[in-house]
């Protein structure tokens, strides 16, 4: 159980880098960075960030409470944990949104579920969600599982998401780099599916790439974020005892694409001793269960589920059991900064469904190495605690912080490029020729 | 005249990031950084570079002098230049390659030409040139215009790349990350060729992506290092009395490729009134004339050579000589830091090559407009000169270290990947797209 869900939720907003301080002048947090004027310096320069899309006023009032003004802004250390790097600070500067694409989307949703108006937007509840962009009301995607009422009309989802950029491209700020140093939260599969041709210059911060070309979001552009975890933190102590089952999985057997993989997994570990394998939709009572069960088992399957990633991961990862993970196109949020063969076993899907191979290689881990596991599970656990000021919102920003040469680089570029021949699209690429494993336990 | 080329050329080193500190302990600069544990901190790690190819040693007297043992390092300050951020350090670490591919090949070298034997490899003199790489003795591309001896068989380029892929390929730091943190140099366009494909996970440090494919090179991965400027900076101040020309340019009328355009350039400008545009081959008397050409000139013509980029750029920008760029698909170095449009004109290639254009262009810009150039090209001139404590080599290694994030998530990601089914290369990218503009010029 989630005691806060909406504030889990991290921010959804485009932000800008620009290559000077906006006309509204911010108050200062770091007068040093917003004058200085070497280029060298400009790595350091201020951020400007706009509040986008729906889910924004949450960055208000989690984040960055501001009062009503037209910019608001905050600076963000960069780095690690040192004391003595205060110079180096990032600052944000969010877009205070027409009411209809913040408030409105909301008042929407509740209306659209019977709820009664409310007095003051403050009263809003914003629905708590594994993504921060689930707030997308209407998902024409998939209406059916949405159990929404009739009073559809109040809300268009892809309308919103037009005007939004209608209103996005007329700002200053937005024409200034051509979008480069903006960052938009569109965690959802389907966040800004309409129009992300659009918005696409800008770091994107997604869950995974599963419906992403790869001309619109990559590693090194975008930021991958974890999923609120759905269920309760571990809070014990590392070790065995309490972990009486080998392997755990509880969630949707059905999922497309990728996601189909977990039918197979079914079929292969539903008889297996020490394994529990359930079928379950999202409810309260699940998550209770799951909550259970994760904190009692030593390993935590994760398949895939309709895109690559899924917040069972992340609920793995608090609970201290060892997640199982079996989605070949998985990316994963802070890569840089947390190897994960050392949290997590990663297993290519074909041989997870070859019969009795999963559960032979868990039975095979020493009580040792999953101790180890355990411990490394520990060390990283603050990185999926949204609530946690030293988690995964300032994870999220030092993340973004650190493209921000590349930023730079492609907002000095797009200005001077001249009319070419290309033959193909002009794209910077970093490209793996890693050929794979079948499992990285040994 | 260049009073100290060899000193000139930027280090040829490829260089590790690894995750731990190398087998041989180093002499500790920030004990802090290499005893840090936590994951967040791997971002300011220990850098581990190896001295490689060809023009290694200059790196070893010229940038970081170190006792002959196994492994050299320093500690280079990344950022901004404040003095509170001390922690900020990556560490280099360089290789003693084996002699035959430092001082051999330059025995090579000067044996090829007739040279002496000399008793002492500190008397060995290693030839100045644009290139850092460019002592590729026996260019097999082209030989003709080499003017080599015909005692070729006391080297072989091709099979000395090889040989040098054997070696770094056994060593423990390069299995390590699989490449990933390791810097090369391989500024001449042929730089390595042979085995380029090999070496592509490292941080190349290039010229141009002339050459290299999109999966071997890009802004994202490498870094854009300058040319060594060939002729005399000019020490004067910023005015107009000394620029009687209006547009200079002296160099190789006929290239290949790209550097077609300059015989198209050749046609339109000779005749025209204040252009002085000379077809000249390097040697001494040559760079003299350019020296003098360029500091009495407010222009300067930067048309592609065989590839986008060429030298004459940065003879151009210590020359506080204006630098017209007709090369359509040129790359800058540290693009991120310097916007080139304060320093330099662009103009597309067709633009530049239809009769009349290029000098009514610059005949129409003001002279108040040109001063703001020169005044910009004195500010950022120090990033072109390798000499300068505060220059090229101090900016390239902070790029270098701008790319660490990247490097430590490539180096993670590639040893959990599992057996996947691809239906194209594994990639990310960061794509432009922007139309282009016919001249920057406003």
Same mark, same amino acid.
């Given at each position: 159980?989630? *005691? /806060?869900?909406? $504030?889990?939720? %991290?921010? @959804? &907003?485009?932000?800008? !880098? ?20 070497? *280029? /060298?310096?400009? $790595?350091?320069? %201020?951020? @400007? &960030?706009?509040?986008? !899309? ?389």
């Amino acid at each position: 159980m989630n *005691p /806060r869900p909406k $504030l889990r939720s %991290p921010p @959804l &907003a485009p932000a800008f !880098f620009p290559s000077s301080p906006p006309s509204p002048p911010p108050s200062s947090h770091n007068s040093k960075a917003s004058t200085s004027k070497m *280029p /060298r310096k400009s $790595l350091l320069r %201020p951020t @400007l &960030a706009i509040t986008c !899309f729906l889910a924004l006023f949450t960055l208000y009032s989690f984040l960055f409470y501001t009062p009503p003004n037209y910019t608001s802004n905050t600076s963000i250390k960069l780095g690690n944990h040192d004391s003595s790097d205060a110079s180096k600070k990032a600052r944000i500067y969010l877009y205070d949104l027409p009411r209809r694409f913040t408030y409105g989307v909301i008042e929407s949703y509740a209306a659209a579920r019977g709820g009664e108006p409310v007095e003051n937007d403050a009263l809003l509840k914003y629905p708590g969600n594994q993504h921060s962009a689930e707030c997308l009301v209407v998902n024409p995607i998939r209406p059916a599982t949405m159990n929404v009422s009739h009073d559809r009309a109040a809300y268009n989802d892809e309308q919103t998401q037009e005007d939004l950029m209608e209103w996005l491209e007329e700002q200053v700020y937005w024409k200034r780099n051509n979008g480069w140093d903006h960052v938009i939260i569109c965690q959802d599969p389907n966040a800004l599916y309409k129009v992300i041709d659009r918005v696409k210059n800008g770091v994107l911060l997604v869950s995974d790439f599963g419906r992403l070309a790869r001309n619109q979001a990559s590693l090194v552009k975008d930021v991958i974020m974890p999923y609120s975890h759905r269920i309760k933190t571990y809070e014990g102590d590392i070790g065995l005892e309490k972990r009486k089952s080998l392997l755990f999985f509880m969630g949707n057997r059905y999922r497309k694409e990728g996601g189909k993989i977990r039918d197979l997994l079914f079929h292969v570990l539903e008889n297996e001793r020490e394994v529990i394998i359930k079928h379950g939709a999202q409810s309260r009572e699940s998550r209770r269960a799951a909550s259970q069960g994760m904190h009692t088992s030593k390993f935590c399957l994760h398949p895939a589920g309709d895109t690559p990633s899924a917040c069972r991961l992340f609920d793995a990862i608090v609970s201290l059991c060892i997640p199982v993970i079996v989605s070949d196109h998985i990316e994963l949020p802070f890569e840089d900064a947390i190897d994960y063969r050392k949290i997590a076993i990663f297993v290519d899907s074909s041989t997870a469904v070859t019969p009795g191979n999963l559960v032979k290689l868990l039975r095979r881990v020493s009580p040792g190495k999953i101790l180890e596991f355990q411990k490394e599970l520990k060390k990283v656990k603050r990185y999926f605690e949204y609530e946690d000021p030293d988690g995964t919102v300032k994870e999220i920003w030092r993340q973004v912080a650190s493209k921000l040469p590349l930023i730079k680089l492609m907002s000095n570029r797009d200005k001077r490029i001249v009319v070419r021949d290309l033959v193909e699209q002009d794209c910077a690429c970093l490209c793996s020729n890693q050929s794979g494993v079948h499992t990285t336990l040994r």
